[in-house]
């Protein structure tokens, strides 16, 4: 940590889910909607369940062993038997996703930081998601007016943590390795993306998990942020 040196950079890549927006809060309220639009039972262990099943579908798109078309055929079809209930998960997949679509919580100092980061750099955000919902939820946090450039997947053509998707990143940009650093909250997509691609990572680690990855700095607030850039 001791070591980082931002003189050099001159862009951000900055996730969008759990590091801006907190995609937890927002799930499990659109969890919520869309089990009461089926009279399906929701209770507190509902989302614990829904972010096993989620977290382990989206290790499989970073792998490239799983398309998200596939997840959206299958992730609530495994939420719901894992829950007991029978009921049709694509229908479910297809309400929690109009709802996701409108929902955008921002995490503690999110658009501080943006406000900061954008007067410095070349902000852009780095998702593996679709385009149009991403815009829609930073639009409605209040986040999208001081972002540059949203590098989403969909659109890129490539998933984090590939090394296609950074390098299609900084062609864009026309920056170099040394003049760009990766922020988010994922070790795997994020982090060892950014790694693994020769770039500056700094981890957004609010519950205080267990490094798994050697990145450059580690931070448990986003306003922690502003001591290394």
């Not at 943006?114 to 639009?139: E, I």
């Amino acid at each position: 940590m001791e070591n980082f040196n931002a003189k050099d950079i001159k862009a951000v890549l900055i996730d969008i889910d759990n590091t801006l927006l907190d995609f937890n809060k927002c799930a499990t309220e659109c969890i919520r909607l869309a089990f009461n639009k089926f009279n399906l039972k929701f209770d507190q262990n509902t989302f614990s369940v829904f972010k096993v099943i989620n977290d382990e579908l989206w290790l499989g798109i970073e792998k490239g062993t799983l398309t998200k078309k596939q997840l959206h055929e299958v992730r609530f079809n495994r939420v719901l038997k894992a829950l007991g209930q029978e009921f049709d998960g694509e229908l479910v997949e297809k309400e929690f996703l109009l709802n996701l679509k409108e929902c955008a919580i921002p995490v503690d100092g999110a658009l501080d930081l943006v406000k900061y980061l954008s007067k410095k750099y070349v902000l852009c955000t780095a998702s593996n998601s679709f385009y149009q919902q991403q815009v829609n939820r930073l639009t409605t946090a209040g986040i999208y007016p001081y972002v540059s450039h949203m590098f989403i997947s969909e659109i890129v053509g490539f998933e984090k943590p590939s090394k296609a998707f950074f390098k299609e990143c900084l062609e864009r940009l026309s920056l170099d390795k040394n003049q760009v650093v990766m922020i988010g909250d994922s070790l795997t997509a994020d982090i060892k993306g950014g790694l693994d691609f020769g770039i500056k990572t700094i981890w957004f680690n609010p519950e205080n998990k267990q490094a798994t990855e050697d990145c450059d700095v580690v931070v448990k607030s986003l306003e922690e942020i502003k001591n290394y850039l």
